[in-house]
């Protein structure tokens, strides 16, 4: 079993900052792919980001948003830069461990095996 707790979520003027924390419980971190979703209001949920010895990003936040990983924390972020209010989301982050799996795989929410509880992310214009 692994837990995940996401931090760093707020309130933000369009054009702004905020780096989301995740991290992890367990002993097997660096085993995991590690991806964030988001969920806005009405809308599915989507693939924001995604992790291995890789990243993988969504066009919507490429060149904006950054994800990273420090093994020795147990810890994923998430960098977002130049904030839209269309960012605003419940930001999640996941952890899949289907070694081996295509990498297509990692932008389905459905491959993941373990969520956090997400952290909210708002944009003000």
């Known amino acids: 079993q692994v837990q995940l707790e996401e931090s760093g979520g707020g309130v933000v003027q369009a054009g702004g900052s905020l780096r989301l924390s995740c991290t992890a419980s367990?002993?097997?971190?660096?085993?995991?792919?590690m991806g964030w979703f988001r969920q806005a209001p009405g809308k599915e949920r989507e693939f924001v980001a995604a992790?291995?010895?890789?990243?993988y990003y969504t066009d919507s936040v490429k060149g904006r948003f950054t994800i990273s990983r420090d093994n020795a924390k147990n810890t994923v972020y998430l960098q977002m830069h130049s904030l839209k209010p269309d960012d605003t989301a419940v930001y999640s982050c996941?952890?899949?461990?289907?070694?081996?799996?295509?990498?297509?795989?990692?932008?389905?929410?459905?491959?993941?095996?373990?969520w956090g509880q997400g952290t909210q992310v708002t944009v003000s214009s």
């Open positions: 996941a952890a899949g461990s289907r070694l081996g799996s295509p990498t297509t795989n990692y932008y389905s929410s459905g491959w993941y095996d373990y």
């Open positions: 367990g002993r097997t971190f660096t085993t995991y792919v």
């Open positions: 992790i291995s010895h890789y990243t």
